[in-house]
């Protein structure tokens, strides 16, 4: 079975630093695109990262662009999302994704499968 699990988020006040984790079971991600998408209550959910897993390749959504980092761990089949100077506006739940494709994108819809999310609060 094909899992995704997100670790790590928490709360933290604004300018923080918090570090994702996402791990996948019943697959590799060799050939796949792995994204970090966001979601807070009321809006619709929003790409935030993403990395080619075997290239390496990354984008990032502008609103976190120089803030976040996102990395993959080829020998333990990780990504992670380091943030830091986190925001309010950073607040919400944070899935990781997956597809079989090495063209970098953040749009949702892309993705096939995804994990349960961790939440990430941000106070100020």
């Known amino acids: 079975e094909v899992q995704l699990v997100e670790s790590g988020g928490g709360l933290v006040q604004a300018g923080g630093s918090l570090r994702l984790s996402c791990a996948a079971s019943?697959?590799?991600?060799?050939?796949?695109?792995i994204g970090w998408f966001r979601q807070a209550p009321g809006k619709a959910r929003e790409g935030v990262a993403c990395i080619t897993f075997s290239g390496g390749s990354t984008s990032y959504a502008d609103s976190v662009k120089d803030r976040f980092t996102i990395s993959s761990d080829n020998a333990n089949n990780v990504v992670y999302l380091q943030m830091d100077g986190l925001k309010p506006e950073d607040t919400g739940v944070y899935y990781c994704?997956?597809?079989?494709?090495?063209?970098?994108?953040?749009?949702?819809?892309?993705?096939?499968?995804w994990g349960q999310g961790t939440q990430v609060t941000v106070s100020s």
């Open positions: 994704a997956a597809v079989l494709s090495l063209v970098l994108r953040l749009d949702a819809g892309a993705y096939d499968y």
């Open positions: 019943g697959f590799t991600f060799d050939d796949y695109l």
